[in-house]
């Protein structure tokens, strides 16, 4: 038999094993596995998608893509697999569940006979597209120096099912009654398009994915700029406004900080910027001083978007931090609803740190009266900065949007984090803060006094 006739031969075998019957060949054949998945796993009705997967010999050889229909296995597609073993069939479509399944048929190779082998099966299950848009008010503005507030962007956030990261998003606005092109942006591998432009109060805006490899393109409904701000603090004087801001914990040792205190000539304010510091304490050897300041007594508020634009110290041995505290923290042990939380929107540990060092807290006080910690440092937040950048190069902003279900933390107005752990409310105040905890003052640098910039501090509710 030639090959040729081999070939079809243990290609109708295969048809045969792929239906769960048993393959018999005349000689016991050397082993050979097949690996197959669909790319994507859930394709929209009309979208191209891909077989891909590998035959564990390394030589190359014919598949055959195999699809179940009528009842019966039949032929999809030929193919050859790369000296490597891999293979990819690419262009299918489907409007149904359709069940795959790829075969490599028995083939002789430098003498040897490799039997056949078949993967599993692969069901391809159409999917519809959809859509959703929100917008957050103006909690994007990334630079190196310190700017007016009234210039940051507006976070446009459109996200899409099923994701397709690189699709295009279109961005338009309403203008007068029509619509506007605004500009566009591109799918992540969460198939969100983050998109930052300036919004009017109840400006109205909607966002629409490019069709792609077959797949339609779909639009989201609208979502408008409804934003209020409520708090507005841009450190234009030349020292702190203490009508606003007052000094948080100041000559307290805290359990976490028995060798450091707060203190205000730590604090100043200059160039348009409020300026924290940490350094050793004169007049105490070892010991050190911090800054914190805080609304405590002058602002509170209930949900909505709280923003600061921070420009982070570089080296390790304190942390910087924006925060909102409850001042009935340690009040209802239990019930951080009624007692309000902790809520860390962000803490940068320094340069070199595990993980990048930026991360997000929340801390509640339990019926034990023990602090209760969720949250961590993010990797991810790495991903988030532009090619050579970093949180002590420029300034970034850091917000959180506090609803009643949860909180969402975001860096220059895209998400890092989201939670629905340690849910308060009730009034929570602001906290500005680099402070120096004792178990990083090993990395401290005396010759390098650090300082933690913040150009603005704003809040927002609807």
Known sequence: MNRARSFLASAAAVAVAA???????????AFASTSFVLSPTAPVAGESFAATGKVSTRFKRPVVLKVYSGGAWRTAMKGYTTSSGTY??????????????VAAPAYRYKGKTYGASTSTKRVARPVGQSGAISVLPQVSQRGTGAFRASGAYNSVLAKFSPARPGR???????????????????????????YKVTLGAGQTIRATAAARYGAPAVATTTATNDWRL????EFNGSSLNTHVWNYRNEGKYLPSRLKSRADRRMVSVSGGTLNLRVKPDPARPGRFLNSQVSTEGSYRFTYGTAAARIKFPTRR???????LQS???????GRPSVAGAEIDIAEFFGKGYTGGGLGNYLYYRNSAKKDVKSGGISPGA?????????????????????????????????????????????????VLSLLS???????????????????????WQR
């Open 327 to 333: 001042p009935t923290y340690a009040s209802y042990p």
């Open 168 to 194: 295009v998003v279109t961005f338009q606005r309403f203008v007068n009654g029509s619509l506007i092109g605004s500009g566009t942006a591109k799918e992540g591998a969460d198939g969100t398009a983050a």
């Open 19 to 29: 239906a769960g019957l048993s393959l018999v060949t005349p000689a016991t054949p």
């Open 88 to 101: 990819r069939f690419a262009g299918m479509k489907v409007a149904a569940p359709t069940t795959y399944a």
């Open 382 to 430: 790495q991903k988030l900065l532009a090619h050579g950048d970093t949180w002590w190069k420029a300034y970034h902003v850091f917000s959180v949007n506090w609803t009643p279900q949860s909180y969402t933390f975001f860096v220059d107005g895209r998400q890092l984090y989201h939670s629905t752990r340690a849910l308060s409310h009730t009034n929570e105040f602001l």
């Open 230 to 233: 409520m708090f507005d603090e």
């Open 317 to 323: 041995g304190q942390h910087g931090g924006f925060w």
């Open 437 to 459: 905890s004792d178990w990083e003052l090993k990395d401290f640098n005396k010759k390098y006094p650090p300082t933690m910039k913040v150009d603005w501090a704003r809040v």
